[in-house]
């Protein structure tokens, strides 16, 4: 590879969050402007961390739809077959609620701590046919936040007041861009772990720290040290670039399955992409046997009437030909049988002469 081609290909992957660093200031220094002289609270400019998540909601509001349009790897169908009682981890405005199925869902909580992102969550969830069973929560993924919001709904039982509950409460658990940015990283993680169900899934799609020393490179790598020097966290929400989500999720428990792996990994932003089966045997209710049994009755039977639709067309086109060839004089008849030589019937008088004369000769003999 030349050095024009290299620099062709990997600056722009380098330097792509440039735009959304310099993007994210530009709403902050919007956000500082709305705060004081439209809505009149000045004060309010020294709440930084508030000041902070009314910038990122603004941000999100305005280009979270499309930066959800694409994800690395498998994610959407992932989130497609999560299924029961389900915790999503920092929904935003909901741009992905649409990549869920509703049919599977029994409820669906969303813990979003930016609270103007909240209108846009809860008309996505009735526009994606959610409805009544979406539940928003405004808190964080911490445990001093979300285990008193999840209280407040009633989900916990008393077992639930330190953060813990002792069988778990969620069939699934949904961690989309959200872990780089949520205080006490590994405190969260062992705590959506004990949150989770034995023989639960926890879907996961997390930017991490480049391994350069495996699948990455030593160049983004300190591009994310770069990114963060400029401000990343600052702006970004409290987003950091170089968390080691992964090892962190590995050692929050024991996992029947373990499946990450690395997307994009030698650019300034590499993923981590997979799903996690939780220790235990896994409790499926009556409830979600019969949800998930009548999606796949509906897809077998969706399959059996498009292969009979085929059938159908096939055969009618078929009909279709034979008519026209018939009309067209073009379709062969059956030939009728030729002879060799003509039968001969003769005359049944001249018989009766030739067996007389034979037999008048036979006598004088």
Excluded at 290 to 303: C, F, P, S
């Amino acid at each position: 590879m030349t050095s024009s081609s290299w620099i062709g290909e990997r600056i722009p992957t380098l330097l792509r969050p440039t735009l959304l660093l310099l993007l994210s200031a530009w709403h902050f220094v919007l956000t500082i402007l709305e705060v004081v002289f439209v809505e009149r609270r000045p004060r309010s400019v020294f709440n930084l961390t508030q000041l902070r998540l009314k910038s990122f909601a603004r941000l999100w509001t305005q280009n979270g739809k499309a930066m959800s349009a694409e994800m690395p790897g498998p994610v959407f169908s992932l989130l497609e077959a999560c299924k029961g009682v389900v915790l999503d981890i920092g929904p935003g405005s909901g741009e992905i609620l649409k990549r869920f199925n509703p049919e599977l869902i029994t409820a669906l909580y969303g813990a979003e701590p930016a609270e103007d992102l909240h209108p846009g969550l809860l008309r996505n969830a009735e526009e994606t046919g959610l409805g009544a069973k979406y539940h928003a929560l405004l808190c964080g993924a911490q445990p001093e936040s979300l285990i008193p919001a999840l209280h407040k709904t009633g989900i916990m039982n008393e077992s639930g007041k330190d953060g813990l509950a002792s069988d778990g409460l969620f069939d699934e658990i949904c961690c989309v861009r959200v872990l780089c940015g949520v205080p006490h990283l590994q405190q969260t993680i062992v705590n959506l772990y004990t949150l989770l169900k034995p023989g639960g899934r926890m879907v996961i799609c997390e930017h991490v720290a480049n391994p350069w020393r495996t699948e990455g490179r030593l160049l983004a790598r300190l591009m994310q040290v770069i990114y963060t020097l400029l401000g990343w966290q600052f702006f970004m929400g409290g987003c950091e670039l170089q968390r080691h989500t992964q090892e962190l999720l590995r050692d929050a428990g024991e996992w029947d399955q373990f499946d990450l792996k690395y997307y994009e990994a030698k650019d300034a932003i590499p993923w981590v992409v997979g799903e996690l089966i939780k220790k235990g045997k896994a409790v499926e209710t009556d409830e979600n046997k019969e949800k998930v049994e009548a999606v796949e009755t509906d897809k077998n039977k969706e399959k059996v009437e498009a292969v009979e639709t085929d059938k159908n067309i096939k055969m009618a086109e078929n009909m279709e030909t034979d008519e026209n060839m018939a009309m067209d004089g073009t379709l062969e008849m059956d030939e009728p049988m030729e002879m060799d030589e003509p039968m001969e019937m003769g005359d049944p008088m001249d018989k009766g002469d030739k067996m007389e004369k034979s037999y008048a000769e036979a006598v004088k003999a």
